[in-house]
């Protein structure tokens, strides 16, 4: 317990430390280069900040209760699973997630995927950091992997947002990120058409399987929606079949109206 408890004391530190660090860099680089705020894409106020001060409210954090298996938001204490995991099985141990998947955060997260605001997700992993930095620890994970997106994607946009969003997250809670675990071969289109079990056969076919260090054991997979959990699902069991031990999951924001 005092050990678990030390580690939580040094996760937070820092977890400080490192955001002291980038608030005074973000000093220096606005005066130059000012920053966007995440949700209305405008120089943020109060400057030295990642986000208006009044724009933060309209994002909505993942409070308790949840759910034990995805993290989804619950409305009563005494429920342990939300209505859609009680019909579903996952083989990951659970997910947890940052934020409601509401309007503000679709447009946010669209801009990060197809206006290329990947500038963002800095502002999203330092509040994941401060928020759940100890959920994290308790994980005991020796990696991050990134959802992989397909090669015909990655050159539309530049860049894979799940992978800059694990390299931000590390960065900040020490974690290594191993992007090469999985890959994509298929590119999916018009999941929401499909049911959970069709999604699950549709992206277990579109991934595969990397290269995994032998001393990865603990892993926790970073997306930046979470659905159905059928991507978690379909990368989980690859990373359980290359000979990873527990699989976690964690996503920026997790719909709710399923």
Not at 43 to 59: A, W, Y
Not at 169 to 197: D, M
Request: proline share 4%; charged share 30%.
């Amino acid at each position: 317990m005092k050990e678990h408890t030390d580690n939580v004391r040094k996760i937070k530190y820092r977890v400080a430390v490192t955001c002291a660090a980038e608030k005074a860099q973000r000093w220096l680089i606005d005066a130059l280069f000012p920053r966007r705020c995440p949700v209305c894409d405008r120089i943020v106020e109060p400057k030295g900040e990642m986000i208006c001060s009044t724009c933060r409210k309209e994002l909505v954090f993942i409070e308790e209760p949840v759910c034990k298996v995805c993290g989804r938001q619950l409305s009563s204490e005494e429920q342990e699973r939300c209505h859609h995991c009680e019909r579903h099985h996952f083989r990951f141990e659970y997910a947890i997630s940052l934020m409601n998947y509401n309007e503000t955060a679709a447009r946010s997260l669209a801009a990060v995927k197809y206006r290329h605001r990947r500038e963002y997700l800095a502002y999203y992993a330092m509040e994941t950091a401060e928020r759940l930095g100890p959920k994290f620890l308790r994980m005991r994970l020796d990696a991050l992997i990134p959802v992989p997106v397909h090669e015909e994607r990655l050159r539309e946009r530049g860049y894979n947002q799940a992978e800059v969003l694990a390299e931000e997250i590390g960065k900040r809670l020490g974690i290594p990120v191993y992007a090469a675990a999985l890959g994509r071969r298929k590119n999916t289109k018009a999941l929401k058409e499909l049911n959970a079990g069709q999604r699950l056969k549709n992206l277990t076919a579109a991934f595969y399987s990397g290269y995994i260090p032998p001393d990865v054991r603990n892993v926790c997979i970073v997306d930046d929606i979470f659905t159905t959990g059928a991507t978690m699902e379909a990368c989980t069991r690859l990373l359980l079949e290359a000979g990873v031990e527990r699989v976690y999951c964690f996503s920026l924001s997790i719909r709710t109206d399923i």
